[in-house]
């Protein structure tokens, strides 16, 4: 999927939240500043309200909000020093209560939730963005379009 612009990363962001259900993560995976966190973060408003403050969880690792159709957890793993971290700090609880964004799933070296809509994003080099999204679960069958 091609992402000219940040506004098509957040409008995939939008897109996403809107076929996300309880118990599912999304998994954004990428170099640093390819677009994850505002991807994310345009998840995130449009779940709880398009004037949540949602600032990056790299220092604190996870962040949770609250919205009226789901809550969603916001996690950073990329200091964890072992996939058991990201269950400590609630990741388990988090799809129980919830949904989960997830940041650097590969920390989690393949210990992955079930059902998850992993999304790769790189620069391209027209200076926008390339996303690659694979549907795992009970997101298989579900189309996320722009």
């Known amino acids: 999927m091609n992402l000219p612009d940040e506004a098509a990363t957040a409008r995939l962001g939008e897109a ?3 076929k996300l259900e309880a118990g599912e993560a999304v ?3 990428g170099p640093l500043g390819a677009g994850k966190s505002t991807l994310a973060r345009a998840l995130i ?3 709880t309200t398009p004037g949540e403050e949602v600032p990056s969880p790299t220092f604190t690792l996870v962040q949770f909000y609250e919205g009226p159709r789901l809550s969603v957890a916001h996690f950073d793993l990329y200091r ?7 269950y400590e700090i609630g990741l388990d609880e988090a799809l129980d209560a919830g949904a ?5 799933p590969e920390r989690l070296e393949g210990d992955l939730p079930r059902d998850r809509l992993d999304i790769v994003i790189a620069p391209d080099e027209a200076g926008g963005r390339l996303a690659r999204l694979t549907a795992h679960g009970a997101w298989e069958g579900r189309d996320v379009e722009l």
């Open 45 to 47: 408003r449009a779940l």
């Open 27 to 29: 998994c954004l995976s």
């Open 80 to 86: 964890l020093e072992s996939p058991d971290e990201a």
């Open 16 to 18: 996403v939240a809107a």
């Open 100 to 104: 989960a964004v997830i940041e650097w």
